[in-house]
DNA sequence: CTCTGTTTAGTTAATA
DNA sequence: TATTAACTAAACAGAG
């Protein structure tokens, strides 16, 4: 119960599982991989509501990351010291959250077991730590001859559920220049594209904040984490709150599929670009490794 | 010791 | 209403 002249209704629980709340701090992170406090900061920073009984949703979460093939862990390099792993989204896991709803998932995202035991036990994990890292190369992007596996494991090519050009097709459709996402142009051209996208992302989750926000440590304020519009009709909300195009806020109950939140992502998925399109950042270049170093070793997908 | 990570088990709640 | 995703609790192991 929100008491009146106090926060009102921001520390109230968000309509967000614990799955899609790790996968906002996954995404919104320039290495799109965060060590499991990051995670815990980048809630708490964000949600009021997680401030409190830490040590009982940081269980769940932890049983999440550990339970959901959705997440991946990335084994630390010499050169990135620190308790932990780091904590990525599988490639595989699509877009988790289609149907609008950032509280349940249509279907729980699982991989083989083959897969699954090649992944999470594998001695090789080592392989990791040997190539093209330097501490400095955080935020840039990689070089494009590791890039090559990136449609690795799913036939048509893969979109990272939350991927700058999914979040672009639900946003931003517009944004397309010479029939190519913008993203892709911005590749090709050598723009660092994540940065430069982050209020698409904030767009895409409102409570993500800025990204500086967090760097300093200085907590949201209140604006950005205002639950209030919850409580109201989310189709109104829809509509009206965020402009032309996409919703400001998440849908917490299942839209109607004529209200899907992104229309054009179908033809994202299905586009001509595959390759060229998919964000590249230091977890995905290590999960490319990983699916390479599988394919080799044959196993099967 | 704390923190991270895995696992089992039971409960709650969304949705087909 | 049945199914199943999500949540919670808890035991336990290993790393640092």
């Known amino acids: 119960m929100p008491r009146p002249g106090k926060n009102s209704y921001s520390d109230q629980k968000p309509p967000y599982s614990y799955i899609s709340l790790t996968a906002m701090a996954i995404q919104n992170s320039p290495d799109k991989m965060l060590p499991l406090s990051d995670i815990y900061k980048f809630i708490m920073d964000r949600f009021p509501y997680y401030r409190e009984n830490t040590q009982r949703w940081q269980n769940s979460l932890r049983h999440n990351l550990s339970f959901n093939d959705c997440f991946i862990k990335i084994p630390r390099r010499p050169d990135q010291p620190g ?45 990791f730590h040997h190539h093209h890292h330097h501490p400095g190369s955080v935020g840039r992007l990689p070089h494009f001859q590791s890039y090559g596996g990136i449609t690795c494991t799913q036939p048509g090519g893969f979109k990272h559920p939350f ?78 709150a965020s402009g032309p195009t996409l919703p400001a806020i998440p849908v917490p109950i299942k839209p109607t599929p004529s209200l899907g939140p992104m229309p054009g992502l179908t033809g994202m998925q299905a586009g001509p670009t595959q390759l060229s399109d998919a964000i590249v950042t230091p977890a995905s270049e290590q999960i490319i490794e990983m699916h390479q170093w599988r394919r080799c070793v044959g196993v099967k997908n």
């Open 163 to 240: 991927a700058i050009e999914n979040i672009i097709g639900r946003d931003y459709k517009g944004v397309v220049a010479g029939g190519l996402p913008l993203t892709s142009v911005m590749h090709h051209l050598g723009y660092p594209v994540p940065p430069q996208l982050s209020s698409v992302v904030n767009s895409m989750w409102p409570h993500v904040g800025v990204l500086s926000e967090t760097m300093s440590g200085v907590p949201v304020p209140a604006p950005s984490s205002e639950y209030a519009p919850f409580s109201v009709s989310a189709k109104g909300l829809y509509h009206s």
């Open 83 to 127: 308790k932990g792993s780091f904590w990525a989204l599988h490639p595989d896991c699509g877009d988790m959250f289609e149907n609008g709803s950032f509280l349940r998932r249509r279907k729980r995202f699982k991989v083989l077991r083959a897969e699954h035991m090649a992944c999470k036990t594998s001695p090789m994990m080592h392989y």
